[in-house]
Nanobody, 124 residues
């Protein structure tokens, strides 16, 4: 199995910073793409930032210049540095991993997995 565990959420004032981390464990053959999504109650989960194994990144416009995503392939970790936080950044943040993994009995397959999420609350 593949598991993703997030950490680093919390409560911060407007203009503050937080750093989220997500570690992938399991029978990973290759990390292809990792990303962070966020979701508020009653709304869909939206992409915040994504990074490929080659280092290419993409951000939603509302966080460009404030958030930075990075990945450590060796540690199987993706991080999201969030600066100049705004109340509208308040949400549950979820880590996502698109991987190639060993599902057992020699079966090497693609898979997409989610973490359980970590809450980020920005007070005004």
């Amino acid at each position: 199995q593949v598991q993703l565990v997030e950490s680093g959420g919390g409560l911060v004032q407007t203009g503050g910073s937080l750093r989220l981390s997500c570690t992938v464990s399991g029978s990973i053959v290759r990390l292809n793409t990792m990303g962070w999504y966020r979701q508020t109650p009653g709304k869909q989960r939206d992409l915040v930032a994504v990074i490929s194994s080659g280092g290419s990144t993409n951000y939603v416009d509302s966080v460009k210049g404030r958030f930075t995503i990075s990945m450590d392939n060796a540690k199987k970790t993706v991080s999201l540095q969030m600066n100049t936080l705004k109340p509208e950044d308040t949400a549950g943040y979820y880590c996502n991993a698109d991987v190639t993994w060993n599902a057992g009995l020699g079966s090497i397959v693609p898979g997409n997995f989610w973490g359980r999420g970590t809450q980020v609350t920005v007070s005004s």
